[in-house]
């Protein structure tokens, strides 16, 4: 038989015609979800899509603020903006990057720094932003790029204003300096302030003043296609300009104070006493700041950090210092207020001091002692002695309070970031580290030797609080804020930092009779600065010793090492009477206060003082060899 | 007999297929920013694809199911062919350089498949056995690996779909549904393994778009907001600005109805969807008025098959389906696949006006 099935048509064509009609059902089913879909997208998500769609459409473009200008007190420009040429080139324009890369290479210089920067920010970026390949392109390479355009496609020469600090390395630890924004910053700031901005205020009044500086970020809303091709401006909000910034610091002082400690590790402070506004800020070696703008290269940031001057702190704010004998005219108001003090009671000085049951011997600097001394000529003459038997009569718990009081041992609150505190040692202060306090201590606090630190601010502050009887201001960088599209001024009030109230007003004429005898006394031991001066100085000298001296040595300059070397201070305020200028100067390892500090702080309260017109007096000009590359 | 029965064409067919052609003309020009050399060259292509139709349409039943299996077998050489020689076009081997045109093997197998299940089974008794369905499993299987491999998942899957839609037409169990049903469930882990990381991307994309909304989200969700913010009355002709500000991508040929969507909104999408569907019922009716079961079985597979690229199109630009690449049957600009595609509908013509008209 063959084993041929019989085709059963009518049951077939029934078959076919139920699965018919179930693809028909499973048709309009599929159809209606579709609608439902477009329902959904088209009716009720509508505003959602119209809204992107239109964010699609308008792309709004940041267009960068000019950052505000920073000038000393006489209009001196110390931080501006100058046109620069930078090479940018928008990714998504770009068919071959390594080809384009190669064929720019051969226009310009583009070194491995450059091409590592640029693939780094690559990674990781908004699109259609174009990127910085390379600042400072100079005239020929500019005018390369220029011509070769059309063969160039995504690459864009852009003129844009870049930080720039003519002066150099003048005052670069109080100006400070923009870099490009790092991680770090990066996480910590509002990035929607800072679009189209690579740059910001890393240290000193740049970093301090940011917030004023910056300015506020533009928006041109341009048209675009997804190629980021901008069709048309729809709508502008013009940029605004970040505040001019005016200083109190004076350019041609600093440059004085600055030529004084060319050569020397050191710091020059010059405060205005009757409103805190900082007039010299100098801390040497200084460095030009200019490099850093656009990222400095790792072998010149090595030099400046290898090296054993160590440029890159900022001595005034981070120096931390014994104050050695500059000290004495703090502990002397503190000994004139404390109750029971005679300042005409004399102690006799035969060149050490010895604490009762004790064999240690305190020496004086002057191997057979100043003779019958009381507190004025102590303080002329610097007496060690005297200042021994005082402190120990003080005791530390009086000194540390006093001292305290007058601002040492806490940030001064000057407008600029990462002050150092110092240190006013006090039992306390020991007894946390786990020591006890030994009565030794309390005798070297005397002329300001052992654990007690200063910075060159603290001290120049405090000097101003001496200078104004009493009262004293927070050292403030800033002195004026201009609007640069009106010129309008506002002017930083200055802020009492602190009132000491004497018991008698006459304790203020003795101090400072005393200061005023260091200088201009017979046995005053800054006198060689004093015989000629036109006007009254009050100062004292600090010598500190960097080297411990045994009990049996005799320090001598010429055998010890430079770097082991005392460091020689100055304090001083001028006119005595009425003063403008209060002044604090560190050299390092430079010897004597007398011979190495007095001599500068003269020169710059000579220079402040006597030239009537700031502008006759010499012409600030930076070093040649500071001058910005490129 | 008038002409229009001697030329074997069928009325509603040929309107609706008309209306969509034009449709096309309209949104291409648009869609394309009113480039007219895309136009013409897809007006070009409507009428050589009609022509063909046409020609198709003239074509006996019975010589269509005489020439199955050697259609079936020449497209699985060609497919051979392409695999081991076939030029490389964008990043897939799916093309056949013929010196004047580019030709994909792929596309025979869209109507051959169906074409050689709808043979095999009209030669046996419905519902197919168990022995009839193995063999024409095997007979999908060849062909969609094949075109897997090249790879070009979306058509390997179409292609799959028009033989499992004459399988179930043929009357296959409930039972042997379900268990094919299944065996694909089952398979989709091991398929998985296989696959290409831009195809997986592109799935895991349909999940969750945001996650790389400017790379292998970019697609979907461009398209999302054309359509979206067509809301239901449409930015008006010319007035896309997703396509004319260049962020939708392929506009022209697979993501046109974004394009259609935002320009005319909803109310536009109701006629679209109309004249499919118009097409698609009209086919479904051939089907249900021919009269032997190859016919049947072809008739209503092709039609089918011609409802999944518009579903899978859609579904795909309104992201509810992965990007597959699936363009919108004779809307899309595009060559090879209208030419297939007015192939098929020819044979629809020529089963529906070469009935053998029994008079009562």
Not at chain 1, 341 to 369: H, M, N, V
Not at chain 2, 76 to 93: D, E, H, I, P, S
Not at chain 2, 156 to 161: D, I
Request: with cysteine.
């Amino acid at each position: 038989m063959l084993n041929i099935p019989l085709k059963d048509h009518f049951r077939e064509t029934r078959l076919f015609d139920s699965r018919l009609s179930i693809t028909a059902v499973i048709v309009l089913l599929l159809t209606l979800a579709l609608l439902a879909r477009l329902v959904y997208l088209q009716v009720i998500s509508y505003r959602h899509y119209a809204t992107l769609s239109q964010e699609n459409r308008i792309r709004p473009w940041p267009i960068p603020p000019v950052r505000g200008r920073i000038l000393d007190r006489n209009g001196i420009v110390l931080a501006e903006n100058l046109p620069v040429y930078t090479l940018e080139i928008t990714p998504e324009q770009v068919e071959d990057m390594d080809e384009l890369l190669q064929r720019l290479g051969e226009l310009v210089q583009l070194d491995a720094t450059d091409i590592r920067n640029f693939k780094k920010q690559l990674r990781k970026r908004p699109r259609f932003e174009s990127l910085v390949l390379r600042t400072r392109l100079n005239d020929q390479e500019a005018a390369r790029i220029a011509v070769n355009r059309s063969q160039l496609h995504g690459v864009e020469l852009q003129a844009r204003l870049q930080r720039y600090y003519p002066l150099g390395g003048l005052a670069v630890h109080a100006i400070g300096y923009v870099g490009r924004i790092d991680e770090q910053e990066s996480s910590g700031i509002d990035r929607s302030a800072y679009r189209g901005t690579q740059h910001i205020g890393k240290l000193g009044v740049e970093g301090r003043y940011e917030g004023l500086l910056l300015g506020q970020v533009g928006v041109e809303k341009v048209e675009t296609n997804a190629l980021g091709r901008t069709l048309r401006a729809v709508e502008r909000i013009a940029p605004k300009a970040g505040q001019n910034l005016y200083l109190s610091l004076d350019a041609k002082l600093q440059a004085t104070a600055e030529a004084a400690l060319e050569g020397r590790r050191g710091a020059v402070v010059a405060l205005d006493p009757k409103t805190g506004g900082v007039l010299v800020f100098a801390s040497t070696p200084v460095y030009d700041p200019n490099p850093f703008v656009n990222g400095i290269d790792s072998e010149s940031y090595r030099i400046l950090l290898e090296d054993p001057d160590k440029p890159l702190i900022n001595r005034v704010i981070n120096g931390q210092y014994a104050p050695g004998s500059a000290i004495k005219p703090f502990l002397a108001l503190g000994a004139l207020e404390s109750p029971g003090f005679d300042p005409a009671e004399t102690i006799i000085c035969r060149g050490a001091f010895k604490l009762p049951r004790s064999r240690r011997r305190f020496r004086d600097w002057k191997k057979y002692g100043h003779g019958e001394v009381d507190l004025q000529s102590a303080v002329e003459q610097s007496c060690d002695v005297y200042f021994y038997t005082l402190a120990v009569r003080l005791g530390i718990d009086y000194m540390h309070e006093f001292l305290t009081g007058l601002g040492f041992g806490a940030r001064t609150g000057i407008d600029l970031i990462g002050e150092s505190p110092g240190l006013v040692p006090s039992r306390q202060w020991k007894r946390a580290r786990g020591e006890a306090w030994y009565p030794g201590e309390t005798v070297v606090t005397g002329i300001g030797q052992g654990p007690l630190l200063v910075t060159p601010l603290q001290l120049a502050s405090a000097v101003s609080a001496l200078a104004n009887r009493g009262r004293w201001f927070t050292p403030r960088m800033l002195r004026a804020i201009e609007d640069p599209k009106t010129k309008a001024r506002r002017e930083v009030v200055p802020e009492l930092a602190g009132n000491i109230v004497v018991a008698e007003q006459g304790h203020w004429e003795t101090l400072v009779a005393s200061m005023i005898d260091v200088v201009h006394g017979e046995k005053g031991t800054a006198r060689r600065i004093g015989w000629n001066a036109p006007y009254t100085i009050a100062g004292k000298t600090g010598t500190t010793q960097v080297k411990g001296v045994g009990q049996n040595e005799v320090y001598d300059a010429e055998q010890t090492p430079e770097r082991l070397r005392d460091h020689a201070l100055f304090i001083a305020f001028a006119p005595a009477e009425d003063p403008r200028i209060a002044i604090a100067v560190i050299v390092e390892n430079g010897g004597h206060g007398s011979s190495a500090a007095a001599p500068i702080a003269r020169k710059v309260m000579d220079q402040y003082l006597l030239s009537g017109d700031p502008d006759k007096s010499r012409t600030v000009s930076k070093p040649d060899h500071r001058s910005p590359s490129g | 007999m008038n002409f229009l029965e001697r030329v074997h064409l069928d009325k509603p067919f040929f309107y609706g297929l008309l209306a969509l052609a034009l449709l096309s003309v309209v949104i291409l020009y648009s869609a394309s920013a009113g480039e007219v050399t895309l136009v013409l060259a897809q007006a070009l292509r409507l009428v050589i694809g009609f022509a063909i139709m046409l020609m198709v349409a003239q074509i006996s039943p019975e010589s269509l199911a005489r020439w199955s299996p050697h259609i079936y077998v020449a497209g699985l050489v060609l497919l051979l062919v392409v695999l081991v020689m076939g030029a490389t076009g964008k990043g897939a081997q799916r093309w056949l350089n013929l010196g004047v045109l580019n030709f994909q093997p792929s596309e025979i197998m869209k109507i051959g498949l169906p074409m050689v299940l709808a043979y095999y089974f009209s030669r046996r008794p419905l519902p197919p056995r168990l022995s009839g369905i193995a063999v024409a499993a095997v007979l999908v299987l060849i062909p969609t690996l094949l075109i897997a491999r090249q790879p070009d998942l979306g058509t390997a899957l179409l292609v799959m779909t028009s033989g499992l839609v004459v399988l179930f037409l043929a009357g296959m169990a409930w039972h042997s549904i379900a268990l094919l049903l299944g065996l694909l469930a089952a398979s989709i882990p091991l398929v998985w393994v296989y696959l290409h990381d831009y195809q997986k991307q592109r799935i895991l994309t349909l999940f969750s778009p945001e996650s790389d909304p400017l790379g292998s989200g970019y697609h979907i969700i461009q398209s999302m907001i054309a359509v979206g913010s067509g809301g239901l009355y449409g930015k008006g002709w010319f007035n896309s600005t997703q396509t004319q500000l260049q962020y939708l991508p392929e506009s022209s040929t697979d993501f046109v109805f974004a394009v259609f969507a935002e320009e005319f909104g909803l109310i536009g999408i109701f006629i679209i969807f109309a004249a499919y569907l118009f097409v698609v019922l009209r086919g479904l009716a051939i089907a249900f008025y021919a009269q032997d079961s190859y016919a049947r079985l072809l008739a209503g597979s092709l039609t089918l098959t011609f409802f999944v690229y518009f579903f899978v199109n859609i579904g795909m630009v309104t992201g509810i389906l992965p990007v597959v690449g699936v363009p919108l049957p004779i809307i899309s600009y595009g060559g090879s696949s209208l030419v297939t595609l007015m192939a098929a509908f020819g044979i629809l013509m020529s089963i529906q006006t070469h009935r053998k008209i029994i008079h009562a």
